[in-house]
């Protein structure tokens, strides 16, 4: 019962919080792909994981939203790259569909442990 409510769990409900931010990001970036003068962000996924290891606040409303340099930009000003979010899509993608299946596994074990308590 102390994985629910311990450090473990906290860490992984802030690593879903920042790849659903990410995510969002990296939709932002590819919805903007034809906008000029829009500039490429990303969100310092290491630094928010490393907030959340330290305690410090994992409020997501102030996550380190950086702009991504080292970009070539286009004659309108525009530096979205559509296959670099493409591909930082898919891998936000598997890395929510796995921290989903450790949560999902905890919870399963949770649930035989219930059922047999019961028996």
Do not use: C
Request: charged residues 20%.
């Amino acid at each position: 019962m102390s994985w629910l409510n311990g450090p473990h769990m906290a860490l992984l409900e802030r690593f879903l919080d920042v790849s659903a931010m990410r995510q969002t990001l990296v939709s932002t970036n590819i919805a903007n792909v034809d906008t000029p003068g829009y500039h490429t962000r990303d969100l310092d996924f290491r630094t928010e994981l490393q907030r959340a290891m330290n305690g410090e606040d994992t409020n997501l409303t102030s996550p380190f939203v950086v702009p991504v340099r080292g970009l070539i930009a286009r004659p309108d000003g525009n530096n979205v790259n559509i296959d670099r979010e493409s591909m930082l899509l898919a891998e936000v993608q598997l890395q929510f569909k796995a921290a989903t299946a450790i949560l999902r596994s905890q919870f399963s074990q949770l649930t035989t442990a219930i059922k047999e308590g019961q028996s």
